[in-house]
Structure formats: C-alpha cells, structure tokens
Nanobody, 126 residues
Framework: QLQLVESGGGLVQAGGSLRLSCAAS????????MGWFRQAPGKEREIVAG????????YYADSVKGRFTISRDNAKNTVYLQMNSLKPEDTAVYYC???????????????????WGQGTQVTVSS
C-alpha cells in the first residue's frame, strides 16, 4: 500500500513555472507507474502526464506537451512534475496517482490507478 502526498502548488502568473512533488510512503514505490492528473472546476479529471515504473517511458497529454516534464527519483520515493509556460487553462487541482503495472506501456485511464494523493491547487492568473 502507498500513501501519496503532493506539494508545490500555488498561485503563479501566466508564463511562470511551478514544480510539483509527490512523496510516497509505503512499499515498492519503484514497482508503480505514476501519473499526474488534474481536475478543473466543472470538468472531469484528466491525465496530464505519466511515467513508467522504471522511468524509461513517459506520456503527456497534448495540452501540456513541450511545457511539462514528469520525472521520478525512486531512491527518494518521489515523482515530480515540472510545469513551465503555464497558462490560465492549467488552473486545476493536481493529483498524483500510482498504478501497480510494470510495463513499458503507460495506462491513461484513471480507473486503473490504485492509490491517489489528496491533491494540490495550481492557479494561473492571466
């Protein structure tokens, strides 16, 4: 079982940057693929980025490609989301999630993810 805690959210102006962190406690963090999801007011939760258990494969939603970078440090049980060139439409609650799926292929369906953090608010002002 994993417990996930996100941090790093906040208020930033358009064009700015933030780095989100997700610290995991529990066992076998390195066995889990990790994903970052977001949910804006009135919208469904959507995947933003994902990274395989080894870190060798990544996935990005089209809306964030070239601006966001996901990474992980298995020695620190932490996954990161570097967000650059932020836009007002990036405003949302951001969640990290863990998927016990050891594969080179990432799953993007949130229903496949086993554990979730509580979320961190990101607000981008225009």
């Amino acid at each position: 079982q994993l417990q996930l805690v996100e941090s790093g959210g906040g208020l930033v102006q358009a064009g700015g940057s933030l780095r989100l962190s997700c610290a995991a406690s529990g066992h076998f963090f390195s066995s889990y693929a990790m994903g970052w999801f977001r949910q804006a007011p009135g919208k469904e939760r959507e995947i933003v980025a994902g990274i395989t258990w080894s870190g060798g494969g990544t996935y990005y939603a089209d809306s964030v490609k070239g601006r966001f970078t996901i990474s992980r440090d298995n020695a620190k049980n932490t996954v990161y989301l570097q967000m650059n060139s932020l836009k007002p439409e990036d405003t949302a609650v951001y969640y990290c999630a863990a998927d016990l799926f050891r594969s080179t292929v990432l799953r993007v369906d949130q229903n496949e993810y086993d554990y979730w953090g509580q979320g961190t608010q990101v607000t981008v002002s225009s």
